[in-house]
């Protein structure tokens, strides 16, 4: 009555037909997957695996990135030799702004600028100089001891008409008194 599509005449017959085909499937099927993943497995787990250009994980690189914000550095004030003469402070510090007069700043030799403030008095100057006026912060945002300050203003001051003496070291006007 119906016919059937399939033909069943034979045994059914694989791809494996003798011992050996059957072992060779069995080295393929479970052995050679084993082996592929003990080399992914050596492979993900190796450390030098960086990409290309990029030192990120490098001990260089974790030190810059975890080192402080801030430093001490701590400074023997004691040492008169080492103090700056006010010649140095103003061309080191403050020549940035009053050598142009930038941001307000009196010029350097400006009589006329300088004889209002030279009015004041030194004790006012050397003030205004280490705790920063106007546009000026404090020091002028310099680094430097209170007596180099206190000789920068002297030179500058001086350079614009005054005759104030230039301040001298702690220890410098201890011998002086003896």
């Known amino acids: 009555m119906s016919s059937d599509s399939h033909d069943h005449d034979g045994p059914h017959e ?34 030098n695996r960086g990409g290309a250009g990029s030192d990120g994980l490098g001990a260089e690189a974790v030190a810059r990135r975890i080192q402080p914000v801030g430093s001490i550095q701590v400074k023997d004030a004691s040492d008169a030799g080492a103090l700056k003469t006010g010649e140095q402070v103003f061309t080191a510090q403050c020549s940035a702004c009053h050598a142009t007069g930038a941001a307000g700043a009196p010029k350097f030799g400006d009589s006329a600028a300088w004889g209002p403030r030279i009015g004041a008095g030194y004790a006012a100057l050397l003030n205004s100089a280490l705790k920063g006026k106007n546009a000026m912060g404090p020091q002028g945002g310099g680094d430097f001891s209170d007596l180099e300050i206190g000789r920068a203003v002297v030179y500058m001051a001086n350079k614009g008409g005054a005759s104030f003496a230039e301040p001298k070291a702690p220890a410098a006007a201890a011998s002086a008194a003896n």
Not at 18 to 43: D, G, M, N, R
Request: aromatic share 12%; hydrophobic share 65%.
């Open 14 to 47: 694989g791809p494996i037909k003798t011992p050996k085909q059957l072992i060779l499937a069995v080295v393929f099927a479970f052995v050679v997957p084993i082996f592929l993943i003990v080399l992914l497995v050596k492979y993900v787990a190796t450390d």
